[in-house]
């Protein structure tokens, strides 16, 4: 079954979001959150890093930290997401395993993946976090994530649209983590509605192939 990837938003104010995270971590199953800001000092993510870590800690869900081994290592996250190349992704294995995660994004053709692939990293992520959201995801994730899943073994994250609904689309590839950000904390109903409802969905998606001989 696909479990949800939560990327925080773009901005936080540390007065009322973790409070606002721990209600929505509560809210159903969240397998990472990945702290990925737009802008900020280092010491800025490692603060946020540091306060978040322990709230999805205690839930079971893994914090990842964006491109920062730094504030990733100093906060106690439990790995980092490197989307600025091969090299920066070697660098990060060298520091975070054997027993951290670490995340490659930054990807957007076959050969980019298999270099990946050859790696150690913990998973590919296939969209683009830079990019504004729309309702649907990016064809060209879905079409990476279509043709890696049956061919290869590390596990996929696909950036989903703002819509809910674009679930259905990733699920449909077969990846393993589905990523989302603006669809949830942005949900008219509110960020915790938003995963209880990507937890039904999920399920219900995942119902049929359970049920097959």
């Known amino acids: 079954m696909t479990r949800l990837y939560l990327v925080t938003p773009r901005d936080i104010d540390l007065a009322t979001f973790p409070a606002l995270l721990e209600a929505t971590l509560a809210?159903?199953?969240?397998?990472?959150?990945?702290?990925?800001?737009?802008?900020?000092?280092?010491m800025t993510r490692r603060r946020i890093a540091e306060i978040l870590a322990p709230i999805a800690q205690a839930r079971g869900v893994a914090l990842l930290v964006r491109n920062d081994t730094r504030a990733a290592g100093r906060a106690?996250?439990?790995?980092?997401?490197v989307d600025t190349g091969i090299a920066d992704l070697a660098a990060a294995l060298d520091t975070f395993?054997?027993?951290?995660?670490?995340?490659?994004?930054?990807?957007?053709?076959?050969?980019?993946?298999?270099?990946?692939g050859e790696t150690r990293a913990d998973y590919l992520f296939l969209g683009d976090?830079?990019?504004?959201?729309?309702?649907?995801?990016?064809?060209?994730?879905l079409?990476?994530?279509?043709?890696?899943?049956?061919?290869?073994?590390?596990p996929v994250v696909v950036m989903g649209g703002n819509d809910l609904a674009s679930l259905d689309e990733v699920v449909a590839t077969g990846a393993e983590f589905v990523a989302l950000r603006d669809a949830v904390?942005?949900?008219?109903?509110?960020?915790?509605?938003?995963?209880?409802?990507?937890?039904?969905?999920?399920?219900?998606?995942?119902?049929?192939a359970a049920t097959k001989p």
């Open 143 to 154: 079409d990476l994530a279509e043709w890696w899943v049956p061919l290869f073994e590390p």
């Open 97 to 116: 395993h054997p027993d951290g995660i670490v995340g490659c994004g930054g990807i957007a053709t076959r050969h980019e993946a298999m270099e990946v």
């Open 27 to 42: 809210a159903g199953d969240v397998a990472s959150l990945l702290v990925a800001l737009d802008a900020g000092s280092d």
């Open 76 to 81: 106690g996250a439990d790995g980092v997401h």
């Open 185 to 208: 904390w942005n949900h008219g109903e509110g960020p915790a509605a938003a995963v209880a409802a990507v937890e039904r969905r999920l399920a219900e998606l995942a119902a049929p």
């Open 129 to 141: 976090l830079d990019r504004a959201e729309e309702p649907t995801p990016l064809p060209r994730a």
